[in-house]
């Protein structure tokens, strides 16, 4: 028993030394080893150590800098020639940054890596604007939970719309606040559901988005704070748009609903969607109408053939109805030409008188 006791004992001395030696060696290394000067810039980058910002514009570098200071609350890099954002392209050393904004926009990246952006846990704006995005892993945006506004405007080419939608859906974007996707052709929303965001600002302006389903709509009434801005998107301005429309006119989830027009079809182009009428987008009405012209239809021919049955089954009786009256005829022609005979006879006359 006695011996057990000792040996755990003098485990227990041994690594209590064990770790005041580490602590010890951490203190040592960390007075000695050349400390990253403060105020280094990167390379073709300015500074602005009061606000926190590094800008870097047009550099002939194709990477972003890697030396970014750690007191750096905003970065801006543009004009740049990155054409892939590299995994884990924000860290340095493996140490997390304390930034709060990065801006991308203007360097033609093409492909955003998984991770990419991973070492940046108080991120709180990503700026992605005005790229060629055509590959996003669907692991683009892990490892940004504090994430609040994100701007793709002008950034997503087509091939990469089904991406987007992934790498939207990542869980770590539920603290997404405004999400902007001006200019990116875009057909439907590419959101698979609303509800795992805290989304205030869904900016679609100029996108190719020619209706938005009953399902959406229904996703859109459920998240009362979304505003969703759909202007310059050409609108198909038929009945399937009813339940669009009626949001549109009663929830005022849509600060841009005034300029939304029609583009389909021809006869309302250019027409406001919030100036169409209830019947415009009334499938009901529609299908009643067709419904109306062929029960016409079918009424008029019953009638028809009714008529000509009417024709056929009595075409004995009227044979002898049209016989009576050709006899009814010759009657009177001969009751007349008698009487006319008599008339004419003068002696008659005087007798008849
Ligand atoms: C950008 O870099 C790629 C290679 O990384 C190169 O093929 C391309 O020509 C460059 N474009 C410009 C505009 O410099
Ligand atoms: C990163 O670590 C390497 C050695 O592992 C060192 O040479 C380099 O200076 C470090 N860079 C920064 C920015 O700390
Ligand atoms: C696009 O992104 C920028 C940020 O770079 C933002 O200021 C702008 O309002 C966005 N929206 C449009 C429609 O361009
Ligand atoms: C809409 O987007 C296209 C490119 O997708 C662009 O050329 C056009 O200028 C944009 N229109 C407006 C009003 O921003
Ligand atoms: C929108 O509708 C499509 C299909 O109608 C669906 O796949 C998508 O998940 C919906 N998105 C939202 C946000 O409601
Ligand atoms: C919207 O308004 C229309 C007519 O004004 C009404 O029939 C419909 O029930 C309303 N929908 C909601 C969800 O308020």
Known sequence: MWIFY???DSKCLFSLWNQWCLCYAAVVCLLCSPVRTDDACPSSCVCARDSGTVTCRDGEDTEVPSD????????????R???TLQRGAFMTNSTELEMSKLSLSYNGIQ????????????????DLSHNQLESI?????????????????????PVATAQLSNALSAQTLRNLHRLELA?????????????MYNLHVLVLINNS?????RENVTNLYQQRHIRVYLSLNPFWCDCELESFYYWLKNSSQCPDAGHLLCSEPEAKRWIPVEKLRGEDVDCMNENLEAVSYVFLG???ALIGVVFLMVLYLNRGGIKRWLNNIREACRDQMEVYHYRYEQDSDPRLANVAV
């Open 209 to 213: 988005i020619e209706r938005i389903g």
């Open 68 to 79: 970014i200071p750690e007191w750096t609350s905003t970065l801006i890099v543009q004009g």
């Open 111 to 126: 492909v955003i890596e998984p991770y990419a952006f991973l070492g940046l846990p108080r991120l709180h704006l990503l």
């Open 6 to 8: 000792s040996a755990d």
């Open 183 to 195: 200019g990116n052709q875009l057909k439907s929303i590419p959101l698979v559901r609303l509800d």
């Open 298 to 300: 079918i009424v008029l």
């Open 81 to 83: 020639n990155i054409s």
């Open 137 to 157: 892993s669907a692991r683009a945006f892990h490892g940004l939970p504090e994430l609040r506004s994100l701007f793709l405007n002008y950034s997503v080419l």
